[in-house]
């Protein structure tokens, strides 16, 4: 499969996956389809069949309330029935909503943010020791760099020379319900170059240069590489994009599940079918005036106490 093709169906997915369970992230989830597509693609080496393989590389979504873009990886690569997918967040289900280390494919569990590249680096330290070829990676949010743990396990990479160690940012500027700016600020590339690793930049929605990224890793004089992957949280579809109300909301019957799902079906590549709406969605109502959940509406934490006071 093709990392486009790859990507479109972890959006696809992701759609589908969160309107069914009722369920968070879709924003984050399309802010790492492109660059989990490539990863899962072209990048890492695995058996789908033999998922504890000892040859693989390691890969941790540090960042794990986008589990269900990993969950669709992961399927669509084989590791479990795509149809599984439909149980993401139901009860019961081993999909939960951040990634378990009970699904094939998943080495360990994330959800509390700050603890990906602390374990990612301690594999590569061990990789070193035992003298073996595979690679660790881990892909963090840039909110997630606010947790002081990252930058301790930035500093132990550098230190023990883990040029074996990969950590992707996916730097969309926004964390659950504001921007990373009024939050609290990282100036990424200069605190990651200045804690001693090799720094690229890259379009993260742009596949041929995330490829060309990841295959400038291992050979940087034996400092760690972090790609900085500059993304837009929601990416894909139009009125999710950079719009904080899409870091918790799920896509809803009517509206704005059918305009989902038609946006994706107008970008879909070639080669790839849509297993849920094969011919796309009816064109949906227009939105009531006054909606709140409209395109343009400037969405901000206080929608849910504006939600609540008009009903
Ligand atoms: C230790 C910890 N604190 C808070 C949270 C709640 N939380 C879930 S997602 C999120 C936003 C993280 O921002 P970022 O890493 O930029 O991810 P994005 O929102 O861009 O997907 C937060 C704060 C958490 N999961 N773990
Ligand atoms: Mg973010």
Redesign the pocket.
């Known amino acids: 499969m093709k990392s486009e093709q790859l990507a479109w169906l972890i959006r696809r997915h992701g759609v589908e996956m969160t309107h069914l369970s009722r369920g968070s992230h879709i924003?984050?989830i399309f802010?790492t389809a492109d660059i989990m597509g490539v990863l899962f693609t072209d990048v890492l080496k695995y058996k789908a069949d033999e998922p504890d393989w000892e040859g693989r590389d390691r890969f941790i979504l540090s960042?794990g309330?986008?589990g269900a873009a990993m969950y669709a990886a992961l399927a669509e690569c084989g590791f479990f029935p795509v149809e599984e997918l439909k149980s993401h967040y139901q009860n019961g289900s081993r999909l939960s909503g951040h990634v378990s280390h009970f699904v094939p494919g998943i080495d360990f569990s994330t959800?509390?943010?700050?603890h990906g590249l602390s374990v990612a680096a301690g594999r590569a330290l061990a990789a070193k020791q035992d003298k073996k070829a595979w690679r660790s990676f881990a892909l963090l949010?840039?909110?997630?760099c606010n947790?002081g743990s990252v930058w301790e396990a930035a500093e132990f990479a550098n230190h023990f020379r883990l040029d074996n160690l990969i950590a992707v940012i996916?730097y969309?500027h926004?964390?659950?319900l504001d921007f990373?700016n009024n939050t609290l600020e990282v100036d990424m590339a200069r605190r990651w170059a200045g804690f001693g690793w090799h720094v690229i930049e890259v379009n993260g929605h742009d596949h041929n240069a995330l490829k060309e990224a990841f295959s400038q890793i291992g050979d940087n004089g034996g400092k760690p590489t972090v790609i900085i992957a500059h993304t837009v949280?929601g990416k894909g579809v139009s009125f999710m994009e950079n719009d904080v109300l899409w870091?918790y909301r799920f896509p809803h019957d009517g509206w704005e599940y059918n305009c989902a799902v038609n946006e994706l079906h107008a970008a879909k590549p070639d080669g790839v079918e849509d297993p849920y709406t094969p011919n796309g969605c009816p064109e949906a109502e227009p939105q009531p005036d006054g909606c709140l959940h409209t395109a343009s509406e400037t969405y901000h934490p206080t929608y849910y106490i504006r939600e609540i006071e008009a009903k």
């Open positions: 924003g984050a802010s960042k309330h986008a959800g509390s943010l700050g949010g840039d909110g997630e947790e996916d969309n926004m964390q659950s990373c949280k870091h």
